[in-house]
């Protein structure tokens, strides 16, 4: 609205987002929600982080159909947790910095407001009718919804409204921010702000990014990418990003990363000329990884990278870990052997065929170390080399190689 852009022009402002803690670590659906607070920041506002330990025990019914489990107290406070410390990587919170980053928890002040001094000092001042009115709430009271709402969730909007006129009461915050799913929720807030508080609010939304084939953005088939590299490694998440199709990769490159727009309509052009070397999709990669994980993950991955493509030395393989090797190799047949068969050397017609079937047969076998053929741990060897315990990966893993692209995994415990 041009009201709200004159206001951001004219004033230096301070401005919230909302973060739900549902798992102890955000995943990319929650990156576009940073990355505008990273925005604001750098036009020289103060961002405010909330992370929501108060409104987090109820769910916010927003884009749902069914009811959330509800998460009891540790839980909660274990989440909230590690979404601050995953935040701290994203904005500038040194004190001394003019516009820093606050961080609060709505528990605090939800936790001693009573039943009845919420509703006579917050509930009086909106109608049901007006919250009825939601998106939210008219879709889960529509005709075809099989679940309701209950009075736990139908409360969300009360809340999260009340979260907007505390912050702008206490640190003078007249902005919220969101994503279009937000709406409602965020236009209660600066209802609130009116009706209480006698004063203007604003509300900015953005909107929930979606999949040029219509599949969900940030799901793969083993579920969400977490920005935790324990989660989801460092690895899997570059190559999530890496896998794109072009339609997503120039609409993603333009709203997580930093490039400036004739930066972006360069790439982009370039990668239309010459489409099939993906110059578009490495960088968007590249920049999100680099952006979530830092410079130095970000190398690893690509040492990673290289060891798929034959551009990789034994050194650099041992130098992943486990995960990162698990991930560069996923769905490479394993066999499964005891550290002691490798104590005294493990000879490699055995490591082939005997006790692995990597290899069809001992003769096999043979014609494959003759040809020179076979690497272990991408270093070329010949018949009568042992495998030992200098040979491990991450103290429990040797990769064996026949050709360019015939991989098997022997994994020692």
Known sequence: MPDTESFLNENVVSGYI?????????????????VILMHFQKAGHRPIALVGGATGMIGDPSGKSDERNLLDAPTLEK????????????????????????????????????????SRDIGKHLTVNYMMSKDSVKKRLGSDSKVGMSFTEFTYQLLQGYDFLHLYETMDCKIQMGGSDQWGNITTGTELVRRKGGGKAYAITCPLITKADGTKFGKTEGGN????????????????????????????????????????????????????????????????????????????????????FGKSTEAAIKELDVQTFLDVFEGVPQAEMSLESIEKGLDMIAALSAETRFVSSNGEARRALKENSISVNKRKISEDYLIGPADLIANQYVLLQRGKKNYFILKFS
């Open 225 to 308: 990418i977490w920005l935790d590299r324990k989660r989801t490694s460092p690895y899997k998440f570059y190559q999530y990003w890496l896998n794109t199709s072009d339609v997503d990769a120039e609409s993603y490159i333009k709203i997580f990363t930093f490039l400036s727009q004739k930066e972006i309509q360069v790439l982009i052009q370039k990668h239309k000329e010459a489409p099939h070397q993906r110059e578009l999709q490495k960088e968007l990669a590249a920049s999100v990884t680099q952006l979530v994980h830092g410079q130095e993950e970000l190398d690893r991955v690509h040492k990673a990278s290289a060891i798929l």
């Open 18 to 34: 909302g973060f739900d803690p549902t798992a102890d670590s955000l995943h990319i659906g929650s990156l576009v929600q940073i």
């Open 79 to 118: 989440n909230c947790d590690g979404i601050q410390n995953q935040l701290t990587r994203f904005l500038d919170f040194d004190p001394s910095a003019s516009n820093a980053a606050v961080m609060v928890n709505n528990y605090n002040w939800m936790k001693d407001f009573s039943l009845i001094d919420f």
